[in-house]
């Protein structure tokens, strides 16, 4: 069994920038593709971005295009999330998805808390 492990997580004020990271427990476990999705108080979790590692293919929600920029690692097992011009908007629980890249199974982080705030 694999566990995604995530940090960086903090309380920063608009405008200000955050770096994500999530990195497998065995870096020996692979995935075709790893990103990040976010949960807000009363709504509905969300993809924020993701990276396939086979052609680096990167996807993003419309509203952090621009700000926010998605990198990983295959060999390592590990994805990132650079966070930049935060807004208020931008506060939820943070959480590392990843795809196996043989098995295909989905992997979940336990999540990391971002808050935007004055």
């Known amino acids: 069994q694999v566990q995604l492990v995530e940090s960086g997580g903090d309380l920063v004020q608009p405008g200000e920038s955050l770096k994500l990271s999530c990195a497998a427990s065995?870096?020996?476990?692979?995935?075709?593709?790893m990103g990040w999705y976010r949960q807000a108080p009363d709504k509905q979790r969300e993809l924020v971005a993701s990276?396939?590692?086979?052609?680096?293919?990167?996807n993003y929600a419309d509203s952090v295009k621009g700000r926010f920029t998605v990198s990983g690692d295959y060999a390592e097992s590990t994805v990132f999330l650079q966070m930049n011009s935060l807004k208020p908007e931008d506060t939820a629980v943070y959480y590392c998805?990843?795809?196996?890249?043989?098995?295909?199974?989905?992997?979940w982080g336990q999540g990391t808390r971002v808050t935007v705030s004055t």
């Open positions: 065995r870096n020996t476990f692979k995935f075709s593709s």
């Open positions: 998805n990843a795809i196996g890249s043989i098995s295909r199974k989905e992997y």
């Open positions: 990276i396939a590692f086979d052609d680096a293919t990167t």
